[in-house]
Nanobody, 115 residues
């Protein structure tokens, strides 16, 4: 019903920036929450940032001031602008959509920050 395609991951040096994109297709309703999660090796998946179709946002404390989430509702696309990256930001980043009690996940994109 809903498919998510992520892009923008890669290798970046500490202090650098990356911009992740996630395009949703299928049965997208008018109200939903799109977000980014990440999972580091040996760690649990954690919420990085999320944004509702109405514009409400929330961020993990560890990324506040460094990451910015945005979305284009007309394109059903969510972005994550990541700045001042450090090795602690390394992990697989997953796009997520929640709507009407249903959740969907992208395949994930690897972000590696080298020192």
């Amino acid at each position: 019903q809903v498919q998510l395609v992520e892009s923008g991951g890669g290798l970046v040096q500490a202090g650098g920036s990356l911009r992740l994109s996630c395009a949703a297709s299928g049965s997208i309703f008018s109200f939903n929450v799109m977000g980014w999660y990440r999972q580091a090796p040996g760690k649990q998946r954690e919420l990085v940032a999320s944004m509702s179709s109405r514009g409400n946002t929330n961020y993990a404390d560890s990324v506040k001031g460094r990451f910015t989430i945005s979305r284009d509702n007309a394109k059903n696309t969510v972005y994550l602008q990541m700045s001042s990256l450090g090795p602690e930001d390394t992990g697989v980043y997953y796009c997520n959509v929640e709507q009407y009690g249903l959740g969907y996940w992208g395949q994930g994109t690897q972000v590696t920050v080298s020192s």
